[in-house]
């Protein structure tokens, strides 16, 4: 089995900064991609950025230039420093791994959630 464990989520004032982090652990042969997403009340959840084992990124064009994606291959972890953090941010974030397990299994798997409230 495999966990993703999330942590880093608060309140915080517009123009501040963030920064989640996210540890898979269990029984892990190997870790392809690695990222997050969020989830909006009332929205779809919705793609932040991802990072491939390569270091490799992605990112939604609605945070480019504020957010950036970060990973720790020997500790299997996964960061995203957030900064002028707007309103709009308000959300669940989830940290999402791509993950073939020590019985050659491959799968995707979600953390559990943490909440990110940006609000004066």
């Given at each position: 089995?495999?966990?993703?464990?999330?942590?880093?989520?608060?309140?915080?004032?517009?123009?501040?900064?963030?920064?989640?982090?996210?540890?898979?652990?269990?029984?892990?042969?190997?870790?392809?991609?690695?990222?997050?997403?969020?989830?909006?009340?009332?929205?779809?959840?919705?793609?932040?950025?991802?990072?491939?084992?390569?270091?490799?990124?992605?990112?939604?064009?609605?945070?480019?230039?504020?957010?950036?994606?970060?990973?720790?291959?020997?500790?299997?972890?996964?960061?995203?420093?957030?900064?002028?953090?707007?309103?709009?941010?308000?959300?669940?974030?989830?940290?999402?791994?791509?993950?073939?397990?020590?019985?050659?299994?491959?799968?995707?798997?979600?953390?559990?959630g943490t909440q990110v409230t940006v609000s004066s």
């Open positions: 089995q495999v966990q993703l464990g999330e942590s880093g989520g608060g309140l915080v004032q517009p123009g501040g900064s963030l920064r989640l982090s996210c540890a898979a652990s269990g029984s892990i042969f190997r870790v392809y991609a690695m990222g997050w997403y969020r989830q909006a009340p009332g929205k779809e959840r919705e793609l932040v950025a991802t990072i491939t084992s390569g270091g490799s990124t992605n990112y939604a064009e609605s945070v480019k230039g504020r957010f950036t994606i970060s990973r720790d291959n020997a500790k299997i972890t996964v960061y995203l420093q957030m900064s002028s953090l707007k309103p709009e941010d308000t959300a669940v974030y989830y940290c999402n791994a791509d993950v073939v397990t020590m019985t050659q299994f491959r799968n995707e798997y979600w953390g559990q």
